[in-house]
């Protein structure tokens, strides 16, 4: 009933810049929170940023000052600006909904299937 779509990754110098985008679809009667993963070779999936449908915004400590998240509401469609990119921020990003259907459902976390984004001279 919903599908989320990743775009904008690749493969970038340390210290250039990638914007992702996710765009939900389907079902859609609202959109709560909507946040960034990402999962690197070896290690377990981990929150990156997260933002509420009013605009408030969480990261985690090593993208503090490098990643920014945003949302268009009007296109269902989150966003992650990541400046300054390091090495480490090498992995599999993936974008999270927590969406309510209809009027009278409960919400329900749904995943996009990754995008992969490689920081590499």
């Known amino acids: 009933q919903v599908q989320l779509v990743e775009s904008g990754g690749g493969l970038v110098q340390p210290g250039g810049s990638l914007r992702l985008s996710c765009a939900a679809s389907?079902?859609?009667?609202?959109?709560?929170?909507m946040g960034w993963y990402h999962q690197a070779p070896g290690k377990q999936r981990e929150l990156v940023a997260v933002?509420?449908?009013?605009?408030?915004?969480n990261y985690v400590d090593s993208v503090k000052g490098r990643f920014t998240i945003s949302r268009d509401n009007a296109k269902n469609t989150v966003y992650l600006q990541m400046n300054s990119l390091k090495p480490e921020d090498t992995a599999v990003y993936y974008c999270?909904?927590?969406?309510?259907?209809?009027?009278?459902?409960?919400?329900?976390?749904?995943w996009g299937k990754g995008t992969l984004v490689t920081v590499f001279a």
């Open positions: 999270n909904a927590e969406v309510v259907e209809f009027w009278y459902s409960s919400p329900e976390d749904y």
């Open positions: 389907g079902s859609i009667f609202m959109i709560n929170g």
């Open positions: 933002i509420t449908s009013s605009g408030s915004m």
